[in-house]
């Protein structure tokens, strides 16, 4: 792959440069998946939440309204712009722009409200240990077009491959899908069996929503842009529970290592950007994790894997 194709599919993304339009823009994120929260019925792992991929940015899907209409949230960062659609056809937007939480979060509702949606949220942020109500949030305010379309990029890139790894796998499999929580692109594989009880204990979530999250054996890998104790953006890869053994496994490539801090193998995102084949190399991370993870867990591999697939051709029964 061409140097010039590379950058434009998997541009940089230095994370001091973008810190405070992440975290802007992470907190906006909550606010519409928060609206999506309040009106879904719950679904297994929480994934009746997340947010998907678009060929302009983000959606939350269609959203039940009520009365046989269903409206949708969805953020362009080509236009750059939170647009809020009616299955009768009414339209609101929200600019993306340099602005507070708590303005942002005053425009959402008032189009909610102007097309007959209003609807309470819980405005403290999720998983943020110092999060500030959105309500009262003036302290996040940066906008950057280029970085946010940076990120999307990314994330598309992310999916593509993703994706094509979600397809080698015949067990219960999630979606790709991102979660504005964490705010990672995620995809999750289950053995079958259930898990442990999670100890819990992450920043304004519930610990019965976490334990009801890894219920079960799980392999989950994504994209995270970092923060905390990982001041880069990086692929991670984790198994829950952990067996045995599974940090010291030996997985590809040599740039991929086990972070002590959060419990999981990471492979630098600068690393995927200086590579000749970066599809490859992520798709050998992915791999080799999750066999570390299945291995190690004595998952039934047998009976779980099968081929990647291949466009219009069926599996064998």
Known sequence: MSSVLNSERWPGLPYAAWKDTYETLHLWTQIAGKIRLMREPWLNHSWHVPFYLTA???????????????????????????????????????????????????????????????????????????????????????????????FWRILLSTHEVLSRFRTGFLGKVSPVHFFWGGFDLAVTRFSGRRAPPHPGGIPHLSDAVTREAYSHEVSSAGFWPGGGPIDYPAFYSYAYPSPEGFASARVEPQQAF??????????????????????????????STYEAAAELGKWDRGALECPVGVPCRPRAP
């Open 56 to 150: 302009r940015g983000l959606t939350t899907s269609p959203i039940p309204a009520g009365g046989g209409r269903v409206f949708q949230m969805d953020f362009d960062f080509i236009d750059h712009l939170l647009w809020v659609r009616t299955s009768d056809g009414h339209i609101r937007h929200v600019m993306l722009a340099p602005k507070t939480v708590a303005e942002f979060y005053g425009e959402v509702t008032s189009a909610l409200a102007e097309l007959g949606l209003a609807t309470p949220i819980l405005t403290q942020p999720s998983e943020i240990a110092d999060g500030i109500l959105f309500e009262q949030d003036r302290a996040h305010a940066s906008y950057d077009r280029d970085y946010a379309h940076r």
């Open 258 to 287: 086990f972070s002590r801090e959060l419990g999981e193998f990471l492979l630098p995102y600068e690393a995927i950007c200086r590579a000749q084949d970066p599809e490859a190399m992520l798709t050998a991370f992915l791999q």
